[in-house]
């Protein structure tokens, strides 16, 4: 039998093979610590305070748990653990659903206004574009409501036309809305509510 030579094209072909493998394993092995830096650079840059933990960064699933935001002694928002799952619009991630657990939001009547305080700096500017939110398993949140106070009215915006009176919602809302709307739905609630 003839011997095989190893022509000077495949042992470079091999060694940028090689090299690009070697590349991707160090890139896997820091995608943990680039996420963290890129969520604490959004956070800083809007001056909003946060700890969280990152217990699973996937291709498509990121997990953060023991979630805080805001002042740790008075937090606008915890929750035990955050899934965000993200899809591709044409060549560029996007956001999917976010699912979470355990969550508690801190609102406040300012003004007129719903203030979340820290996480109004993470919100959008306003714009006459319409309000939407990725997709959320509604029923999870509403079973969890429930768990922790069966009489808390709960309203649900969206732009589905599925039949949701198997949540029990106080008050559902469909798209368009506009946010006196939600103003008006939620004094109706309290207004109705015993809270």
């Known amino acids: 039998m003839p011997e095989r030579r190893w022509s000077g094209r495949r042992i470079a072909l091999l060694a940028l093979l090689a ?20 969520v ?4 800083a840059k809007n001056g909003v305070p946060a700890q969280y933990e990152i217990t699973h960064f996937g291709f498509r699933t990121q997990r953060l748990e023991h979630v ?20 591709l ?16 939001v801190r609102g406040r009547l300012v003004d007129g206004r719903v203030s979340f305080g820290a996480l109004d700096r993470l919100l959008p500017k306003p714009s006459n574009a319409p309000f939407f939110l990725p997709d959320i398993d509604v029923a999870s949140i509403r079973q969890e409501i429930a768990a922790i106070s069966g009489h808390l009215p709960v309203i649900i915006l ?14 559902v809302l469909h798209k368009p809305i506009t946010p006196g709307d939600v103003v008006n739905a939620v004094r109706r609630c309290i207004a109705e509510s015993r809270i």
């Open 19 to 38: 090299l690009v493998l070697a590349g991707s394993a160090l890139l896997w092995s820091a995608r943990k610590p680039i996420a963290r830096s890129y």
């Open 40 to 43: 604490d650079t959004l956070l």
């Open 68 to 87: 805080l935001i805001g002042d740790t002694a008075d937090p606008d928002l915890t929750a035990d653990w955050v899934e965000i799952g993200f899809g």
């Open 89 to 104: 619009s044409g060549v560029s991630p996007s956001l999917r659903t976010i699912r979470a657990k355990g969550v508690r």
């Open 158 to 171: 969206t732009d589905s036309r599925e039949p949701l009176r198997h949540l029990n919602p106080a008050c």
